[in-house]
């Protein structure tokens, strides 16, 4: 399903990259944006005003539909003028975080902490699900992962007496925002929605987030249309969004909820949390990249200090193995090799360009070679004959042939960072086979 949706969005980049705007495009670009998750009633809504569009401004090349797709598709994911209410507004600020099991609420729960708790906030958690065996053990360790507190209660505990108690304790004790999670199901039910309401009595919370799995695709969109019409929501959060592109979900998501999204989750880890902008959606979806997403996660991983040592060592041609470790360290600190290339505009149509990347298991086998060098070997790959070569496998558990294949990655990404720096994205093209 994922390769399905992955390939339907690169029929919708390739379909624009047309010279000319013909019947037939219209009934192959519906059929795409279905394909890719999108939705029937969202698609015909969208195809309907591009065609007005079109027609009123008497677009007949495919580079400006493509313009005036972008165009419609931001504005479909815009919140509303009046946008939703921030944790920022009150003191303490409650958010009651709602969903289905498996779709990955009580993750998204510790990644609002951590973001929160990274801009000075005092965050509490709430454990308000007592209908799930250890739900309140498994809250307590993304508490402590986040370097947050956490209050729960036992199980078969009435869920909304606990979230009164902790915001009483939260308000008593100064908390900036409370973070509370509910049960989840399978399915939605009555006992569920019955519970939800009375905890949302019981705290008044500032906002009401619906936690959807973006892999699912359009099961999630009626979820969270059930969700809304029983608790009221005032946001969304689109989780599991690294590695595919799965835009389509939140296209639908925000027509028929008409409630903003908000984050965006896109990997494992805390940091793997972002807000949602729907320029940058509507760039992901046609294919375009995500520059603005890619220079942020940058500024934010990069030592700005070892980036200026690195420039000058590339001027003096002195990058060696560690400085090659080094920067594929810092770099999965972004997230995945494929996903930050997806990020670049071009790279992300090229075809295979996530499959050439390296995983994580290659990344680790090419620190445990470098680790099994000696320092002059590091510096300077030249001596490594075979003997050399042969030992510095058995040392890393790896084969000789995995050291030559590193040596020649090393020799190749000297090429493309030089490149790079002297020819923008040619240059970068150019370097690819590092990936390989």
């Not at 996660?297 to 003096?316: I, M, N, R, V």
């Not at 002059?376 to 490594?384: I, K, Q, S, T």
């Amino acid at each position: 399903m994922a390769r399905t949706r992955r390939a339907a969005f690169g029929r919708v980049a390739t379909l624009l990259g047309a010279t000319e705007v013909t019947p037939g495009l219209w009934d192959e670009l519906e059929a795409a944006l279905i394909q890719a998750d999108v939705g029937v009633a969202t698609t015909s809504d969208l195809l309907q005003r591009l065609r007005a569009r079109a027609a009123r401004e008497g677009i007949l090349r495919a580079a400006d539909l493509q313009s005036a797709l972008r165009d419609e598709l931001r504005r479909m994911l815009a919140a509303p003028e009046n946008g939703s209410r921030q944790l920022d507004t009150a003191r303490p600020a409650v958010a009651l975080i709602v969903g289905t099991n498996g779709s990955g609420k009580t993750t998204s729960i510790a990644k609002l902490a951590s973001r929160h708790k990274r801009d000075g906030r005092k965050v509490l958690l709430v454990a308000a699900d007592t209908f799930r065996a250890a739900a309140g053990e498994q809250l307590d360790v993304w508490a402590d992962r986040a370097g947050v507190e956490m209050i729960g209660g036992r199980p078969g505990a009435d869920p909304g007496a606990i979230a009164f108690d902790a915001l009483q304790a939260a308000q008593a004790r100064g908390f900036d925002v409370v973070l509370v999670d509910t049960a989840g199901r399978l399915h939605i039910d009555e006992e569920l929605m019955t519970e939800l309401s009375a905890i949302k009595g019981s705290i008044s919370p500032t906002e009401i987030l619906f936690v959807a799995d973006s892999m699912i695709g359009q099961d999630a969109v009626n979820v969270a249309k059930a969700f809304d019409e029983r608790v009221g929501l005032t946001g969304v959060i689109l989780t599991k969004l690294d590695g595919d592109a799965r835009g389509g979900v939140a296209l639908s998501v925000k027509a028929v909820t008409g409630k903003p999204i908000k984050f965006i989750g896109v990997g494992e880890k805390l940091d793997a949390f972002e807000p949602f902008h729907p320029d940058r959606m509507a760039s992901r979806i046609l294919g375009m990249g995500d520059v603005l997403t890619l220079i942020e996660k940058a500024h934010e991983t990069f030592d700005q200090k070892k980036a200026e040592e690195l420039g000058q060592k590339l001027k003096k041609d002195s990058f060696t193995l560690d400085d090659f470790k080094d920067q594929i360290q810092q770099m999965r600190k972004m997230g995945s090799f494929g996903d930050i290339l997806g990020m670049i505009p071009g790279l992300g149509k090229l075809k295979g360009i996530k499959e050439m990347a390296p995983d994580e298991k290659d990344i680790k086998r090419i620190e445990a070679i470098i680790n099994s060098m000696t320092m002059v070997e590091r510096r300077d790959p030249a001596v490594l004959n075979g003997n050399r070569r042969l030992r510095i496998a058995k040392g890393s558990g790896t084969t000789v042939q995995d050291v030559n294949q590193l040596v020649k990655r090393y020799a190749e990404a000297r090429k493309m960072m030089k490149r790079f720096t002297s020819g923008g994205m040619k240059g970068l093209k150019r370097g690819m086979p590092m990936f390989r």
